[in-house]
């Protein structure tokens, strides 16, 4: 890069902002997905004013921007395939405020989700949007993908937490949509639009987001069954019988014999070939009447057991199952391919046996846990030798099938992770022409030069 446009970048983000070294960039290259480019600077904002004028010197010179957040993404958004300058906000991370009074907290994008949670929690607030990568992911990476969570079932996405924004146009003008009231009907929902737009519209420098009171009691069940389309219809038979779980999580068979292979000896291992946990949350003498409702309603649904808890302990040793399943899944040594499919919710019976019908047609072990509730399920290939030619052939066509199968259950490709990188090949097939041409029209007027977060899905 241009020496002239280091100066100017270091003008606007200091001295120390500015990292050409190979360490910072190889860090700045990657996410959690496979793919991975260097870029030619990183730059480390701290402010909003440091982030406008870098968009303003890169805007004048065509570079290419790609903000990263936490960079814990799993569809390689952050990741710069056409080089240029990967903005990371990681230094932006100051909770600006908690309002027990306005119940909204006002921070920077790169405050880390869990540290949020705890600041909320600490003043009897709760802010409820739970990815599993709480611990590492940024808020700005949260609102960018519009990520979800187990609790999103009762509690709903990001997106509904998002009051305001601030947020800096590709041209370096500072814009502040929505606010800090909880209704707001004032213009277009531009909230909305920044929110899940992975990047590619402006760069989040700023949020006013939704907190709710701490709800002070909860109650874990976690029953097993025969099999997996009896734990789906279990599933459905809460919502029939008029239950609103906070979480609805699913595991098949594949999943539970590896936690049996490879979960520590504290966690306990029910038996059956299929695992369900519910959660339910809010006052003591209701959740205690509802989990015994629950019990009940889960027995006569055909569950093998039914274990029950009521303790913050108690409810943290159950999902200590659930939590560990991404790892006894790596620990088996295989690759996992992991697709965050969603269908409605109406079709999850169907959808846990054509996940099981998939891994027949292909060959391939399929490994399904996730959010039931939401018909949100990890559909996971686990692959044992992912380098062969042929075997990498099989797996792109029993990708191919499987978001063929899902689209035709009027289901989507991504429900929580983002398009990014690693779905842009079935964009096209998972997006209505007029909704993809309303995208690009969005793209143009806001970024004409195409200089944010390039090289992503729209680019086809
Ligand atoms: C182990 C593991 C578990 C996960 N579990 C879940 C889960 O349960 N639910 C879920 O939804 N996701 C989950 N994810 C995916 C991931 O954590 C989320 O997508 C998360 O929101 C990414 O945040 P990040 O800060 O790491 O963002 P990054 O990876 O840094 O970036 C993600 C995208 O956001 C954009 N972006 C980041 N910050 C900004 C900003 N300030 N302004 C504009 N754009 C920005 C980037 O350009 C990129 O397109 C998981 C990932 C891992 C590794």
Request: proline share 4%; aromatic share 6%.
């Given at each position: 890069?241009?020496?002239?446009?280091?100066?100017?970048?270091?003008?606007?983000?200091?001295?120390?902002?500015?990292?050409?070294?190979?360490?910072?960039?190889?860090?700045?290259?990657?996410?959690?997905?496979?793919?991975?480019?260097?870029?030619?600077?990183?730059?480390?904002?701290?402010?909003?004013?440091?982030?406008?004028?870098?968009?303003?010197?890169?805007?004048?010179?065509?570079?290419?921007?790609?903000?990263?957040?936490?960079?814990?993404?799993?569809?390689?958004?952050?990741?710069?395939?056409?080089?240029?300058?990967?903005?990371?906000?990681?230094?932006?991370?100051?909770?600006?405020?908690?309002?027990?009074?306005?119940?909204?907290?006002?921070?920077?994008?790169?405050?880390?989700?869990?540290?949020?949670?705890?600041?909320?929690?600490?003043?009897?607030?709760?802010?409820?949007?739970?990815?599993?990568?709480?611990?590492?992911?940024?808020?700005?990476?949260?609102?960018?993908?519009?990520?979800?969570?187990?609790?999103?079932?009762?509690?709903?996405?990001?997106?509904?937490?998002?009051?305001?924004?601030?947020?800096?146009?590709?041209?370096?003008?500072?814009?502040?949509?929505?606010?800090?009231?909880?209704?707001?009907?004032?213009?277009?929902?531009?909230?909305?639009?920044?929110?899940?737009?992975?990047?590619?519209?402006?760069?989040?420098?700023?949020?006013?987001?939704?907190?709710?009171?701490?709800?002070?009691?909860?109650?874990?069940?976690?029953?097993?069954?025969?099999?997996?389309?009896?734990?789906?219809?279990?599933?459905?038979?809460?919502?029939?019988?008029?239950?609103?779980?906070?979480?609805?999580?699913?595991?098949?068979?594949?999943?539970?014999?590896?936690?049996?292979?490879?979960?520590?000896?504290?966690?306990a291992i029910p038996p059956g070939e299929a695992h369900?946990?519910?959660?339910?949350?809010?006052?003591?003498?209701?959740?205690?009447?509802?989990?015994?409702?629950?019990?009940?309603?889960?027995?006569?649904?055909?569950?093998?057991?039914?274990?029950?808890?009521?303790?913050?302990?108690?409810?943290?040793?159950?999902?200590?199952?659930?939590?560990?399943?991404?790892?006894?899944?790596?620990?088996?040594?295989?690759?996992?391919?992991?697709?965050?499919?969603?269908?409605?919710?109406?079709?999850?019976?169907?959808?846990?046996?054509?996940?099981?019908?998939?891994?027949?047609?292909?060959?391939?072990?399929?490994?399904?846990?996730?959010?039931a509730g939401d018909g949100n399920i990890h559909v996971?290939?686990?692959?044992?030798?992912?380098?062969?030619?042929?075997?990498?052939?099989?797996?792109?066509?029993?990708?191919?099938?499987?978001?063929?199968?899902?689209?035709?259950?009027?289901?989507?490709?991504?429900?929580?992770?983002?398009?990014?990188l690693a779905k842009k090949r079935w964009w096209k097939?998972?997006?209505?022409?007029?909704?993809?041409?309303?995208?690009?029209?969005?793209?143009?007027?806001?970024?004409?030069?195409?200089?944010?977060?390039?090289?992503?899905?729209?680019?086809?």
């Open positions: 890069m241009d020496a002239r446009i280091i100066d100017e970048l270091r003008r606007v983000a200091g001295i120390d902002g500015v990292r050409l070294d190979d360490a910072a960039r190889e860090e700045a290259a990657a996410d959690k997905w496979f793919a991975r480019t260097v870029p030619d600077a990183v730059v480390f904002a701290r402010s909003t004013a440091s982030v406008a004028g870098v968009m303003k010197i890169v805007s004048r010179e065509k570079i290419s921007v790609t903000t990263r957040g936490a960079g814990h993404g799993y569809v390689g958004g952050c990741v710069p395939v056409r080089g240029g300058i990967v903005l990371s906000t990681a230094r932006m991370d100051r909770i600006k405020e908690v309002s027990a009074e306005d119940f909204v907290a006002v921070v920077e994008p790169g405050v880390i989700t869990g540290h949020l949670q705890d600041a909320a929690r600490r003043k009897g607030l709760f802010y409820p949007p739970d990815p599993a990568s709480l611990k590492d992911c940024s808020i700005g990476g949260n609102i960018a993908t519009n990520a979800g969570g187990p609790r999103c079932l009762k509690y709903g996405v990001t997106r509904n937490y998002v009051l305001g924004l601030e947020v800096v146009l590709a041209d370096g003008t500072v814009a502040r949509v929505g606010g800090r009231t909880h209704k707001n009907k004032t213009g277009f929902d531009l909230v909305g639009i920044f929110t899940g737009s992975e990047g590619m519209l402006g760069i989040v420098t700023e949020a006013t987001l939704r907190l709710l009171p701490w709800p002070p009691s909860r109650a874990v069940l976690s029953a097993s069954f025969p099999d997996m389309p009896k734990a789906a219809a279990a599933v459905q038979s809460i919502f029939a019988h008029g239950h609103l779980p906070s979480a609805a999580e699913i595991a098949d068979r594949f999943t539970l014999e590896a936690a049996r292979k490879h979960a520590g000896a504290e966690t369900l946990l519910v959660e339910i949350d809010g006052q003591e003498a209701s959740v205690r009447a509802e989990a015994a409702e629950l019990t009940g309603l889960l027995r006569d649904a055909h569950a093998v057991s039914v274990e029950s808890a009521t303790t913050n302990e108690g409810c943290d040793r159950l999902w200590a199952l659930r939590r560990g399943f991404s790892a006894s899944l790596k620990a088996t040594g295989m690759k996992k391919l992991n697709e965050d499919i969603v269908v409605p919710r109406g079709r999850l019976v169907e959808l846990v046996e054509f996940g099981a019908q998939l891994g027949r047609d292909y060959d391939v072990p399929v490994a399904c846990f996730g959010h996971n290939l686990m692959v044992d030798n992912p380098d062969d030619p042929a075997t990498k052939e099989r797996m792109e066509r029993a990708l191919d099938a499987l978001f063929q199968g899902v689209l035709a259950m009027g289901g989507s490709i991504t429900g929580e992770h983002g398009v990014g097939q998972a997006i209505d022409a007029g909704a993809d041409d309303l995208h690009r029209r969005i793209k143009r007027a806001l970024d004409p030069e195409d200089l944010l977060n390039p090289g992503k899905f729209l680019d086809q």
